[in-house]
């Protein structure tokens, strides 16, 4: 079968062996798969990734980051034929999603990040019969395939301590961003800022229902904090409280993981802020943990997303209270991965190419 495989930090379409589905897992055959940035990160600097994932206790069941790897994470397929003694709960023909994970008997294989299994950047692929989700009310294909970039949406506002009057900001408009103002709104927060130099991203966020929308070239985001209420010191929230007058708390979402934009924040955030760092920054940074104490900043770290949570996404979408219509701006075939690895480094060119197989 074809496929993409990333070798030698090139991607590189051929063919690979075919698959036989093993006792508890399916064959289904890729239908479309979008790519992630964590994709554009690995291409190139897939070494560093794992070697920061190991230091963080992540397993890789022995992944080598020089050897062969077929990415793609982000998936909609269907269902071609069952392993052994499977329960078949779902027949061939059934399109499904499912977390990018795969149980074998030597353990977990993460799709995208495997040298045994290929991930979505190919033609069929092995998923396993326990982990996978038909896709309800007849969603189309291409929305179901964003259930997993929008699940870390959800898991990133569900570690946010916000109030019913919170103000949040989220900073950054890719395809995180776009993820926790659809998380945010789904969840009837508000009001939402968003900021995002990319006018096409900014246009995005507004679809998804950010209450304001700006241009940080123009206009700090935290001039609006007043605004909605948010006195920015602890003297004058101190003062408000003394007055008898409440605010809702801050919550700032980073999800743009450049070095700097975390100290940024640090500075210019009110205080007593969380500031939830959704954006995975693959650099070493540097703040200033002075700022942060007097302030009584917040920082929570987030990666992923739990199996219900990721249910609880594709029921969001398949219902209409996540609304991805239009997001994704671009459509190839495995021929043309490559590039558009290329195109997706201009935010102007496009939100989200996915990669469909057949074309």
Not at 120 to 139: D, K, Q
Not at 249 to 263: H, I, Y
Not at 313 to 318: D, F, G, S
């Amino acid at each position: 079968m074809r496929a993409v495989v990333r070798r030698d930090r090139q991607l590189i379409c051929e063919e690979i062996g075919e698959l036989e589905p093993a006792e508890g897992q399916v064959l289904v055959r890729t239908l479309a798969c979008g790519i992630c940035g964590s994709d554009l990160h690995a291409l190139h600097h897939m070494e560093r990734l794992v070697d920061l994932g190991r230091r963080g206790g992540s397993p890789d069941n022995g992944f080598d980051p020089a050897a062969d790897t077929v990415f793609g994470h982000e998936f909609c397929a269907e269902i071609l034929d069952h392993g052994p003694r499977s329960a078949k709960a779902m027949k061939a023909g059934t399109r499904v999603v499912s977390v990018p994970i795969t149980l074998t008997t030597g353990g977990m294989e993460a799709l995208g990040f495997s040298n045994r299994l290929p991930g979505g950047f190919a033609e069929r692929m092995l998923l396993s019969e326990a982990l996978i989700l038909e896709v309800p009310n007849g969603l189309p294909t291409e929305m179901a395939a964003l259930t997993e970039p929008f699940a870390v949406g959800l898991h990133a506002v569900a570690k946010a301590r916000m109030d019913a009057s919170s103000v949040a900001l989220v900073v950054g408009c890719g395809p995180v961003g776009l993820a926790v103002i659809a998380a945010l709104k789904v969840a009837g927060h508000g009001p939402v800022i968003a900021c995002d130099y990319s006018p096409r991203r900014r246009a995005a966020a507004e679809r998804l229902g950010a209450d304001v929308v700006i241009d940080p070239a123009n206009e700090s985001p935290h001039d609006r904090w007043e605004g909605f209420g948010v006195p920015k010191s602890r003297a004058a929230q101190q003062m408000t409280r003394m007055m008898g007058a409440t605010f809702g708390r801050p919550v700032v979402f980073e999800c743009v993981g450049a070095p700097g934009v975390l100290q940024e924040l640090i500075e210019a955030a009110p205080a007593g802020s969380q500031i939830i760092v959704a954006g995975v920054c693959m650099e070493a940074d540097r703040i200033e943990p002075s700022i942060a104490v007097t302030k009584e900043i917040e920082l929570t770290f987030v990666f992923g997303y739990t199996p219900e949570e990721f249910a609880a996404t594709l029921h969001n979408v398949a219902e209409g209270r996540i609304d991805v219509s239009g997001l994704v701006t671009g459509r190839v075939g495995l021929e043309g991965v490559a590039a558009a690895f290329t195109a997706l480094s201009d935010p102007e060119a496009h939100v989200k190419i996915l990669v469909a197989p057949e074309l």
